[in-house]
């Protein structure tokens, strides 16, 4: 729950610095990630998700992927809650609804399950983690370049934040297979693929996540990255480390239910605030709208 709180507070923090830092670049990435570190407030967000991501690897380490996610899933009514409360932001009733859907919709997936703990949690087959891997890698990839399309340059942000989600889950899987036994050495965890598909996965998904701040609106892409990340990691549970996908047919009905209810509900969210929206009556894009926003509110700071 601590780690829920955390990172929505760190994700709102992130985008505050990130409008502040220049362009994500690139053809220079370090350059890029020495100027968003340069801003006070994505550093403190940043510093966030780093305790955030201990708690959440520690729960990893004792709890099947799936129930940990459930947990997780109830930071989307804490990011809508601090969003309006402390940030600024306003959200529409859609989106309000489409945050309290798709958190009820995770929770079910993950609590109704018969999910394991310790390190029976942590067993998987190789040949599902490879797959299951190599497809959110290509998915992730595929929406990354999709935003350099013109038609597509409206959503961008939505875009890389839902690549930046699923290229978090390719990290969070390698690093359940990685911490989920107690006994794996030192020289195991260094020696192991795993760690450096981890590096790799959460390297990409920096970037993607950063550059999103930047030009989509905070609440809908910090969302989207949420229920990406959130909606791809139960899956992985099932299909990589054998959670059970229900007991009987009532339970798998349930389940299926769920994941619809995710999906559908997901499509609520990225809508612009009313703020963004009486603020830009010209039709002008949510990107450009979200810039404004934030101009005005550095302005006012």
């Not at 968003?36 to 992927?65: D, E, P």
């Not at 059970?244 to 239910?257: K, N």
């Not at 894009?285 to 700071?301: I, N, T, V």
Request: glycine letters at 10%; charged letters at 15%; aromatic letters at 8%.
């Amino acid at each position: 729950g601590l780690s829920a709180l955390v990172t929505q507070v760190g994700f709102l923090l992130r985008h505050r610095g990130a409008v502040e830092a220049p362009d994500v670049d690139t053809r220079h990435l370090l350059h890029s990630a020495v100027e968003l570190f340069r801003s006070k407030w994505w550093t403190i967000g940043y510093a966030l998700a780093v305790v955030a991501y201990l708690l959440h690897v520690g729960a990893l380490a004792f709890a099947a992927m799936s129930l940990v996610q459930a947990v997780l899933a109830g930071g989307l009514v804490v990011l809508g809650v601090v969003a309006e409360r402390f940030f600024g932001f306003e959200l529409q009733r859609r989106q309000w609804l489409g945050i309290t859907l798709t958190a009820i919709g995770l929770a079910l997936l993950a609590v109704t399950g018969e999910a394991r703990s310790g390190q029976n949690s942590a067993d998987y087959s190789v040949a599902a983690m490879l797959g299951f891997e190599a497809a959110l890698a290509a998915l992730g990839a595929a929406l990354i370049v999709c935003c350099r399309h013109e038609r597509a340059k409206t959503h961008a942000g939505i875009l890389l934040g839902l690549a930046a989600g699923l290229l978090f889950t390719i990290t969070h899987v390698a690093v359940k297979a990685l911490t989920g036994k107690l006994d794996t050495s030192v020289v195991e965890v260094l020696a192991s693929p795993y760690l450096y598909v981890a590096i790799l996965g959460g390297v990409v998904a920096f970037f993607a996540s950063a550059r999103s701040l930047q030009i989509g609106p905070a609440v809908p892409v910090i969302a989207v990255t949420s229920i990406a990340g959130n909606a791809s990691a139960i899956p992985a549970g099932i299909v990589v480390f054998g959670d059970p996908l229900g007991s009987d047919a009532f339970e798998i009905a349930v389940r299926t239910f769920a994941f619809l209810l995710v999906i559908a509900a997901a499509a609520l969210i990225p809508a612009p605030t009313r703020a963004a929206a009486s603020a830009a009556g010209d039709g002008a894009p949510e990107q450009d709208q979200a810039h404004d926003r934030d101009d005005r509110r550095k302005e006012r700071d």
